[in-house]
């Protein structure tokens, strides 16, 4: 051994290697693809169908969902209080029969 080469460290390589990279462009798109890998295209949006086992509400559904509910509650999601919309099903209670029908339709 070559007494100028003891306690020199190793020459680390500049690049990493990696199987089938010889130059730095082929690490370059090794590693671009790797860690990037091209993205599956998105899936088609499709229209909505009626689900086939959707019922269609009826009034007792409704009256029982609004007696369960406390009129001093928080509001729905919407902001409405539950005391109103009680307010408006004992007023015109087919109006709730109407509004979310179609939502079930479709599951």
């Known amino acids: 051994?070559?007494?100028?080469?003891?306690?020199?460290p190793t020459k680390i390589p500049r690049f990493p290697s990696l199987p089938g990279a010889s130059d730095w462009i082929s690490i370059y798109k090794a590693l671009l693809d790797h860690f990037f890998p091209a993205k599956e295209p998105p899936l088609s949006r499709g229209r909505l169908s009626r689900h086939p086992t959707a019922k269609p509400l009826v009034k007792e559904e409704i009256a029982h969902a609004l007696s369960k509910s406390s009129p001093s509650s928080d509001p729905t999601p919407n902001g409405v209080l539950y005391s109103v919309w009680k307010k408006v099903t004992s007023v015109t209670p087919d109006i709730l029969l109407h509004l979310p029908s179609p939502l079930v339709g479709f599951g």
Do not use: I, T
Not at 1 to 8: C, H, I, L, Q, Y
């Open 1 to 8: 051994m070559d007494p100028k080469e003891v306690g020199r």
